[in-house]
């Protein structure tokens, strides 16, 4: 963001042209002008590759600014990934209204992959592992907090067929991780469209939920 340049016009012919005053941004406009900064160059660079000094020479501002808001590039790095995380979070709950569970899965689909159309700098942050120890969290804790959410879904489904509802918490990671791995992929690719991506998913999901068995036994020699 360029800061807005005001000039005085009360010189008079005899005086010298006074400089022109900047007007200031103020703490809080400050705080998400390098947020969004941080946020690009992160998702292009990653965190190694960007430097405090590359986020203050792309906002105007001296280094000590950055670390006045943020306390370091670090910080600043946690604040990003932590609106990212919800934002897709809240995507994907929110999304969750249908009273069919196949339309669940394809809802959950979607709001997957429009985070990732939309939002896709915010995406390619989150996939990465945190290189910060006690961070705000990762892509393995956000799937986590997704499949919370389907947890409930599939618990029903499996009371309603007779199944052991107290496995809907490993078919909810199961789930939610095939949808993100995908999403990983079709990032890149974006192909196909992004409905028959959602399309397809549901498909392998649901047809494999409508054919489980009650009890899985395993064929091979290997039993633990």
Same mark, same amino acid.
């Given at each position: ?8 016009? &009360?010189? &008079? ?26 946020? $690009? ?22 280094? /000590?600014?950055?670390y006045e808001h943020f306390g370091g590039k670090e910080g600043l790095y ?14 994907? $709950? ?6 069919? /569970? ?28 945190? /290189?910060? /120890?006690?961070? $705000? ?27 052991? &509802? ?25 192909r196909p469209k992004k409905a028959e991506v959602a399309a397809h998913l549901v498909n392998l ?18 039993? &633990?």
């Amino acid at each position: 963001m360029i800061d807005a340049v005001a000039t005085d016009s &009360s010189n &008079s012919s005899n005086e010298k042209p006074r400089r022109a005053r900047r007007t200031r941004m103020t703490g809080a406009e400050r705080r998400a002008q390098l947020l969004e900064i941080g946020r $690009t160059l992160f998702a292009s660079k990653g965190f190694e590759g960007t430097s405090v000094e590359e986020i203050a020479a792309k906002a105007g501002v001296s280094k /000590p600014v950055v670390y006045e808001h943020f306390g370091g590039k670090e910080g600043l790095y946690a604040v990003v990934v932590d609106r990212e995380m919800r934002r897709l979070l809240d995507m994907v $709950t929110s999304s969750l209204t249908a009273g069919h /569970p196949r339309e669940l899965c394809e809802q959950a689909a979607f709001a997957l992959l429009d985070y990732i159309e939309e939002y896709t700098d915010g995406f390619r942050i989150l996939v990465r592992d945190s /290189p910060i /120890p006690q961070s $705000t969290g990762s892509f393995a804790s956000l799937i986590s907090d997704i499949a919370t959410q389907v947890e409930d879904i599939l618990g029903r489904e499996f009371k309603n067929r007779g199944f052991d &509802s107290k496995l809907a918490p490993l078919y909810a990671q199961a789930l939610v991780g095939m949808v993100a791995l995908t999403g990983q992929w079709w990032l890149d690719v974006r192909r196909p469209k992004k409905a028959e991506v959602a399309a397809h998913l549901v498909n392998l999901a649901w047809h494999g939920l409508d054919g489980l068995e009650a009890k899985p036994h395993l064929i091979g020699r290997r039993k &633990s």
